[in-house]
């Protein structure tokens, strides 16, 4: 399948996402979420991003929202507004779950 | 052009994941798609009259108009409605006041369905 | 042509409703027809946290008055839905097997299926249309 | 005895520290102690009239009827009401309708506060 | 300060908790909080127990409402009703957190 | 006779909308002597991933049509509000002094306090008579 997970809390169990597995995976970053994508915690970036082969995004409109601009953002995460965000779940995945 | 249809189950106030639904909803339908939203839980607040504006809180009746316009459907539970004071006469025009099966039908028949089951 | 939902559940019972809605809008599946003349099949999926809501004996009713999760899964057994717990989190938790909810208390024939989470995840993967985490 | 003065913030439906709440009330109430209760929040859909009664859902206005004979003083929040559209016609007779300026007047004279701040 | 705190949630940043000080300590878990008192995940006690000094508590309405019983609570945690948290409160702690 | 009340706020803000009603119940401290004919004097304080809602030029008001947390926490300032910030917190996520909302941007004479987790403690310890988490 191609999943596309939303994440939208800071903490929580993470257990069952580093658990998920699919032919194509993108994780979207919104809402409180967006914190991992910017926070390094005691100077590591945040365990949410270590899923292997995933693609990430981060909705700027959160960002922003938060205080938070598009140069602060991992490099791993790609900064996406709510048009892409809807282009991107139309388009590139067949199911999705908000975790 | 597709079908989505997004559930959503978090309160009006406080949580914006239902300003997230709502926007994504807009994004969507601008895009020529054909969008369903549902109301569950505590969002089903978002269906009640009366709301006031305030600065501190999202308001998001005049946004759900505007996606009615667009073509968006809107149906909001009953049952959680009524456990919560808000009767069929309590809520706001063309928002469909109705079961569950009515959600899980539209999105039996979406191309994607993007379900936000949290507060 | 059947439909497919699966209805993932994660977090515990009690704290939120939404874990409790996921097992009302399962059930609603067997009369969305009513809507689209087509059947819709749910399967219901504990996973993480929410294998909690599967422990049976939970004394939601005489205590606060309101219908306990158990209840409801029991009744969903009896209507023959398919209802998958995951084993490697009952495990985590030290949850043995004998303290899930028996839907032949109700007369059902059916048991919750304890299931690895690569199971789990085929249901994902094949066996749905469309996923709904709670 | 003395005086306890809680808060709660969480909403009726599915968050159980609203039944958590009222039951602490209660027992203190039974004891003889003075106690205020304050819904804030997602807390003020309990002070709407017409909630239907469902074997899913908690269903506290009996007992908020059954506190207030005990004398226990329940106030909730005009703002977070009316943002809701909860309005003052709407709300449980001798709930008060009030300012969050009650509350913390209340807090501040309690011997014992405990405020529930969580969804 | 005589402090009593009360847990409500299986997950979350326990930090705060665990940094908290105070002459006297209780800890209340209630609601969601009871799964602390109860479950061993992989084996361990949960870290929730772990505050040295303090005087733990479970809520006996909360745990049967979630299907356990008294004689599973860990052996550092006392079983309470509502009743009791009442006199607690009321008697032993000046101030109350709710984490 | 002075009542203190202190406000702690250990979430970050906009998941739920409880951390503004810490802001928005402290401010209230202001005119609860129209109840009791006593003062109540709020303190403020953000601990854990609280201080997250103390970073500034937060969009709130642009793109969701909601007053944002950092303006108000600056109107806060200019009410001199006592506001606490914990360091190690900062330090743990990473977040630099310039960084927190700056209340002199509204004429404020304050600033927020950026303290010890200690000096936090021991504002619940001595400075107040009862504590509000959030």
């Not at chain 1, 257990?15 to 995976?25: H, Q």
């Not at chain 1, 598009?70 to 709510?82: G, L």
């Not at chain 3, 099949?41 to 309101?66: F, H, M, R, S, W």
Request: hydrophobic share 40%.
């Amino acid at each position: 399948m191609k999943l596309g997970v939303f994440y939208s809390e800071l903490r929580g169990n993470h257990d069952v996402l580093f658990r998920l597995k699919a032919e194509k995976l993108g994780i979207f970053l919104v809402s409180n979420g967006i914190y991992h994508a910017i926070i390094k915690e005691k100077g590591e970036p945040s365990p949410v991003l270590q899923k292997q082969g995933a693609d990430y995004y981060v909705l700027s409109e959160d960002l922003q929202t938060r205080g938070f601009s598009t140069d602060e953002v991992d490099s791993n995460v790609k900064v996406v507004t709510y048009s892409d965000i809807a282009d991107h779940i139309m388009n590139d995945y067949d199911k999705l779950a908000w975790l | 052009m597709g079908t989505l249809t997004i559930g959503v189950f978090s309160s009006l106030i406080g949580s914006m994941n239902l300003d997230f639904a709502v926007k994504l909803s807009e994004a969507a339908a601008d895009k020529g798609h054909n969008v369903n939203l549902w109301l569950s839980g505590n969002a089903t607040i978002l269906a009640q009259k009366g709301q006031k504006e305030f600065l501190d809180y999202s308001y998001l009746i005049e946004k759900i108009k505007s996606l009615q316009e667009k073509g968006v459907q809107v149906g909001a539970c009953e049952a959680c409605s009524e456990g919560r004071g808000i009767h069929a006469g309590d809520v706001i025009e063309d928002i469909t006041f109705i079961g569950m099966d009515w959600y899980v039908a539209k999105a039996a028949k979406s191309d994607r369905v993007l379900h936000i089951g949290v507060e | 042509m059947s439909n497919k939902i699966l209805f993932v559940v994660q977090r515990p019972p009690y704290k939120s409703e939404n874990p409790k809605l996921a097992i009302t809008h399962a059930m609603s599946c067997y009369t969305a027809d009513m809507h689209i003349d087509e059947e819709v099949e749910p399967t219901l999926a504990y996973v993480g946290d929410g294998v909690l809501n599967c422990i049976k004996d939970q004394k939601a009713e005489e205590i606060y008055g309101i219908v306990s999760t158990d209840q409801h899964l029991k009744i969903q057994l009896t209507g023959d839905m398919k209802i998958l717990v995951c084993k490697e989190d009952m495990e985590r938790l030290g949850i043995q097997e004998e303290r899930l909810v028996d839907g032949r208390d109700l007369g059902a024939d059916m048991d919750l299926n304890v299931v690895t989470f690569e199971e789990i995840l085929k249901e994902m993967d094949e066996g749905c249309d469309h996923l709904m985490f709670f």
